[in-house]
């Protein structure tokens, strides 16, 4: 089974940061989209922020202004930049990658990680 990999999460005090990264595997080529979920403890799974080929961006409003989510040019992947933490952004971060092709031409779809747990309390 293809997974991203996250990394990054972590107990942190309201007001702090957070880098979040994801990672695909190896031998994934390209990439054509990347967006971060969470899931907070009892809730759905929302949208955080997404990057699209073009470098474009979108943000759920909670987290306008808060959080940037870039692409990592030297392995792949993408980065979720949290800033002003709040406890209300407690909960597990996933990395989704809507289709992605492989060095050798296969086509992944819908493409989750395992989680990174983030917890804002202090």
């Known amino acids: 089974q293809v997974q991203l990999a996250e990394s990054g999460g972590g107990l942190v005090q309201p007001g702090g940061s957070l880098t979040l990264r994801c990672k695909p595997p190896?031998?994934?080529?390209?990439?054509?989209?990347m967006g971060w979920y969470r899931q907070a403890p009892g809730k759905s799974r929302e949208l955080v922020a997404e990057?699209?080929?073009?470098?474009?961006?979108q943000y759920a409003d909670s987290v306008k202004g808060r959080f940037t989510i870039s692409g990592d040019d030297a392995e792949g992947g993408a980065f979720l930049q949290m800033n002003s933490l709040r406890p209300e952004d407690t909960g597990v971060y996933y990395c989704?990658?809507?289709?992605?092709?492989?060095?050798?031409?296969?086509?992944?779809?819908?493409?989750w990680g395992p989680g990174t747990p983030v917890t804002v309390s202090g």
């Open positions: 190896q031998h994934i080529f390209s990439i054509y989209s």
């Open positions: 990057i699209e080929g073009d470098g474009s961006t």
């Open positions: 989704h990658v809507p289709q992605a092709l492989s060095d050798s031409g296969q086509r992944y779809l819908d493409l």
